[in-house]
Nanobody, 129 residues
């Protein structure tokens, strides 16, 4: 199994910061962790789920969507099996439910939500203007 639990969302003003966390656990996660990405997606009301950022659990640099590049930073702590998304200079258009995912399936594009089988429950981020 894979359990993913997000935390850290909230309501902030434009220009503010939040740090999201994603705690991962489960036997399937432990077995596959080093082959997987830890990814963040977001979904606003009435919109499709979109890629935000990802990083390999095994290391390396982070990948970012153009809309968050330079403002968000992804990281992970392998000792805690926890991933993080530091979000700075937040804008109202960043308002969404943020979800972490573990995967993707072999051969899938890590930027596409359809490639992931394991998701957290999501955490709401609201940015007021």
């Amino acid at each position: 199994q894979v359990q993913l639990v997000e935390s850290g969302g909230g309501l902030v003003q434009t220009g503010g910061s939040l740090r999201l966390s994603c705690a991962a656990s489960g036997r399937t996660f432990s077995t596959n962790r080093m082959a997987w990405f830890m990814a963040w997606f977001r979904q606003a009301p009435g919109k499709e789920r979109e890629f935000v950022s990802s990083i390999r659990w095994s290391g390396g640099y982070g990948y970012y969507s153009d809309s968050v590049k330079g403002r968000f930073t992804i990281s992970r702590d392998n000792s805690q099996n926890t991933g993080y998304l530091q979000m700075n200079s937040l804008k109202p258009e960043d308002t969404a439910v943020y979800l972490c995912a573990a995967g993707p399936r072999s051969g899938s594009d890590f930027r596409r939500p359809g490639g992931y089988d394991y998701w957290g429950q999501g955490t709401q981020v609201s940015v007021s203007s």
